[in-house]
Nanobody
Framework: QVQLVESGGGLVQPGWSLRLSCAAS????????MGWYRQAPGKGRERVAG???????SYADSVKGRFTISRDNAKKMVFLQMNSLKPEDTAVYYC?????????????WGQGTQVTVSS
């Protein structure tokens, strides 16, 4: 079993930055990929960014050039640096982990952290 706990969300103005953190615990030796999903009000869950054990990354088109995902295996953490935030980035952001790849059905989910971008 893997537990994921997100932190770092908050209320910011458009153009500002936030850095989300995710701490993993439990049996994570077989985890090959981690990432972030988000869910905006009235919308479904959207894949935002992923990173595998080789630190190869992938991003949704809507966040490319603005968001950066990274991980620290020693600390069992994954991060999401979010720059140039837009109101449409407002959502609950979920940390996810998968045994194989950053796919549409992650094996583990965190509880989510709220990001609100508003003036």
């Amino acid at each position: 079993q893997v537990q994921l706990v997100e932190s770092g969300g908050g209320l910011v103005q458009p153009g500002w930055s936030l850095r989300l953190s995710c701490a993993a615990s439990g049996t994570i030796s077989n985890i090959n990929a981690m990432g972030w999903y988000r869910q905006a009000p009235g919308k479904g869950r959207e894949r935002v960014a992923g990173i595998d054990n080789g630190r190869r990354t992938s991003y949704a088109d809507s966040v490319k050039g603005r968001f950066t995902i990274s991980r620290d295996n020693a600390k069992k953490m994954v991060f999401l640096q979010m720059n140039s935030l837009k109101p449409e980035d407002t959502a609950v952001y979920y940390c996810v982990a998968d045994k194989t790849a950053f796919a549409v059905n992650p094996d583990y989910w965190g509880q989510g952290t709220q990001v609100t971008v508003s003036s």
